[in-house]
Structure formats: structure tokens, C-alpha cells
């Protein structure tokens, strides 16, 4: 029995445009200068006060980061239905996910960034909520890259972190993995080079969804 972890984000679907235009509403409301997209996707995979302070050059969250993660949290579901961003799934995900999910020698879950609820709207709209049987996200663990979220998934399941897949297309999720003892896959698809992957750890980095089969077994 095996585990396989995806990150969400970047990995499973593309929320960049949404999370973006998020967090540019939240600058402006906070008399922030505007950021820019690429500064907007090298956060993304932290949980979300620790990016917002990133993002503004601290390592540590304060008060006003405090502030705007709330003003954020509270105007993301506002964005996504003004824009009708729909959080589509990169190609081959669903794919992917329906050949794997039936497997009886395979476990699925996610370790995100994202909120709860965030993460379950996720796996509801595409219908992956039948496959992905554990979770961990910002509002239950540290940020991303300490291993809580792994670990805890692999205590959940008796799954053993050597025996765990993790996926993903952040630097913080192959250093959240090589922390648990897990095997840590990039993707090239989302939004770190395949260069920061490697120099974070990544023992291979993939290009399309279906070479994740060839790691599985």
C-alpha cells in the first residue's frame, strides 16, 4: 500500500488568475502597491499570512499581514464568483485521478495551502472527493515547507513516509517532503522552474500528469 499526496494549487489545478486578482484587491485595500503576477506565484503553496508578509519582503507574519489574510479570505469566494474563475484542472489531471483513484493498492490525498473549505469547493467541483480520502490544509497545520502536513496524512492512513508520493509544483512541497522522509515529484506544469525543483529537492520532475504512473508502480 501506497500513499500519494497532491499538493493543489499549481498541481492538480490552476488558481493563479484567481488568486492573484485576490490578492491584488487585498493590496489595494491596504493602500499597498500593486503586485506583480510573478511575485504573486512564488508565494503560492504557503499558507496565507506567511505569503502575504512574504510578498512584502518579511519573514514573519505581524498584525497587518493578520489583517489582510482575513480581508483576503473574506473577498476570494466574492472573486471567483465576479469572474467566474472556475479553478479549472490542468490537462491530464482528471485523467490521472480517475485511473489511480480505484486502485485498491493506493491511498490519495492532498496537502495544501489552502483553507478547508477552499480545498473541499476544490474537490467537490471536479468531483474528486470520492477518491481523496485524507487532507491536511493551512487551517490544520504549520505552512509549508514543515512536514506537518505529511506526516499527519501518513499517521492518518498508517501509511509510512517512505512508503509517500508527494506532488507538487512548489519549491515548499519538495522541501515539505524531503523534511517527512517522503519521495518528492515536481511538476513542470505549475508555477516553479523545473531547475527550483531540483535544487529543492525534487527527486524527478514530470510533464505531463500521466508520468506520475511510471513513480506510482
Known amino acids: ?27 489595494a485595500q491596504f493602500g499597498k502597491p500593486e503586485p506583480k503576477v510573478a511575485d504573486t506565484k512564488s508565494i503560492i503553496g504557503l499558507t496565507l499570512d506567511i505569503a502575504i508578509a512574504r510578498m512584502q519582503g518579511k519573514q514573519h507574519a505581524d498584525q497587518e499581514d493578520v489583517d489582510m489574510t482575513a480581508y483576503y479570505k473574506s473577498l476570494f ?8 474563475f472556475k479553478e479549472p484542472l490542468f490537462p491530464g489531471i482528471r485523467e ?9 493498492n493506493l491511498l490519495i490525498g492532498a ?24 487532507g491536511r490544509t493551512a487551517d ?3 505552512s ?13 492512513t498508517g501509511i509510512r513516509p517512505e512508503e509517500t508520493l508527494v506532488i507538487g509544483d512548489a519549491i515548499y512541497d519538495m522541501q515539505m517532503a524531503k523534511a517527512a522522509g517522503a519521495k518528492a515529484v515536481g511538476v513542470s506544469w505549475g508555477y516553479a522552474s523545473v531547475g527550483e525543483l531540483k535544487e529543492a ?13 511510471a513513480h506510482i508502480g
Open 1 to 27: 500500500m501506497r500513499l500519494v499526496l497532491f499538493d493543489c494549487d499549481g498541481t492538480l489545478v490552476d488558481s493563479a488568475g484567481l488568486i492573484h486578482e485576490t490578492m491584488r484587491r487585498t493590496f
Open 111 to 134: 496537502v495544501t495551502g489552502k483553507s478547508r473549505r477552499g480545498l473541499n469547493l476544490v474537490m467537490e467541483t471536479h468531483g474528486f472527493d470520492r477518491y481523496f480520502v485524507v
Open 201 to 213: 529537492g525534487a527527486d524527478a520532475v514530470i510533464h505531463h500528469p500521466s508520468e506520475i504512473l
Open 140 to 142: 490544520d497545520c504549520p
Open 144 to 156: 509549508k515547507p514543515h512536514p506537518a502536513m505529511v506526516t499527519e496524512c501518513c499517521d492518518e
Open 77 to 84: 469566494s466574492v472573486v471567483r464568483q465576479d469572474l467566474n
Open 96 to 104: 490521472l485521478i480517475d485511473e489511480i483513484g480505484p486502485r485498491e
